[in-house]
Nanobody
Framework: QVQVVESGGGLVQAGGSLRLSCVASGSSFSVNTMGWYRQGPDNQRELVADITSGGTIYYADSVKGRFTISSGNAKNTVYLHMNSLKPEDTAVYYC?????????WGQGTQVTVSS
């Protein structure tokens, strides 16, 4: 069974920074994409950024130039560096790990940006 665990959320003032971390463990299949999604007050879950095992990166337009996704040295580890945070970035952030056969989700970590 695959476990996906996020950490690093919290409360920060507008303009501040946070780093989210995610580790996926237990997969007997290669994880080919890891990404970050967020779900705000409107309850819509949106893709923020993801990175493939080949290094291809996607960013949502709303975070380009402010957020950076990167892979860690440890297997199936991914980080989301968030700079210049805005109140509209407030959401529960979920890590997602995809194999050929399945998609796995973490429990989510709250990010709150105060104005």
């Amino acid at each position: 069974q695959v476990q996906v665990v996020e950490s690093g959320g919290g409360l920060v003032q507008a303009g501040g920074s946070l780093r989210l971390s995610c580790v996926a463990s237990g997969s007997s299949f290669s994880v080919n994409t890891m990404g970050w999604y967020r779900q705000g007050p409107d309850n819509q879950r949106e893709l923020v950024a993801d990175i493939t095992s080949g290094g291809t990166i996607y960013y949502a337009d709303s975070v380009k130039g402010r957020f950076t996704i990167s892979s860690g040295n440890a297997k199936n580890t991914v980080y989301l560096h968030m700079n210049s945070l805005k109140p509209e970035d407030t959401a529960v952030y979920y890590c997602n790990a995809k194999t050929v056969w399945n998609t796995y989700w973490g429990q989510g970590t709250q990010v709150t940006v105060s104005s």
